[in-house]
Structure formats: C-alpha cells, structure tokens
Nanobody, 121 residues
Framework: QVQLVESGGGLVQPGGSLRLSCAAS????????MGWYRQTPGKQRELVAL???????NYADSMKDRFTISRDNAKNTMYLQMNSLKPEDTAVYFC???????????????WGQGTQVTGSS
C-alpha cells in the first residue's frame, strides 16, 4: 500500500498565501516525479507544477511566478507554496507521485485524495 496525504488547504483572502504539503507513505522504494494538479467542477484536472527526483521543475504558465514547488526526499514529502492567491485559484488540489513499489518493484502512479483551496474575500 502506498498513500499520498495532502494537507494545508483552506480559505484565504485574495493576495494571501497558503502552503500545501503532500506526504507519501507505505511500501515505497523510491519516488520519481511528484506533482500538484488542480480541478474545478466541470473541468479537467490540470497540472499546477511538477518536480523530478533531481529537483528540476515545471510550472503552468499562469502559476510559475506565484507558486513554488519543492520536495524533501528524506521525508517523502512535497510542498507547494502559493502566494498572491486569486479567486480563480479556487480548486481541489491533488498530489501525484510516481512511486517504485517495494513489493512489485514496478513504477506506479498514485494520487492523493485532494485538498480544497478557496480564495475568497
């Protein structure tokens, strides 16, 4: 079993900041890429930011100047620092990771359950 658990979501005023965390646990021999995605009702899930095991990153254009993705490989944890939040950033944010499963020795894709971020005054 592999679990990804997000935390840190909530209600924030426009212009405010939030820090999301994603902790991976379970039968993990390694983690390759990790990413944050978000989804609003009626829309497809979209990439927010991606970070590879070596630390290289990619961001969606609309977020790269405001959001920062990072990870602590020793803790199997990923973070998303979100600054200058806008109402349109309101969404459920999901954590994703490509994990080397200890038992199967296969790389498998996992998702967290999501955490709600609401930007509203």
């Amino acid at each position: 079993q592999v679990q990804l658990v997000e935390s840190g979501g909530g209600l924030v005023q426009p212009g405010g900041s939030l820090r999301l965390s994603c902790a991976a646990s379970g039968s993990i021999s390694g983690i390759n890429a990790m990413g944050w995605y978000r989804q609003t009702p009626g829309k497809q899930r979209e990439l927010v930011a991606l970070i590879r095991s070596g630390g290289s990153t990619n961001y969606a254009d609309s977020m790269k100047d405001r959001f920062t993705i990072s990870r602590d490989n020793a803790k199997n944890t990923m973070y998303l620092q979100m600054n200058s939040l806008k109402p349109e950033d309101t969404a459920v944010y999901f954590c994703n990771a490509v994990v080397l499963h200890t038992w199967t020795q296969r790389w498998q894709n996992y998702w967290g359950q999501g955490t709600q971020v609401t930007g509203s005054s």
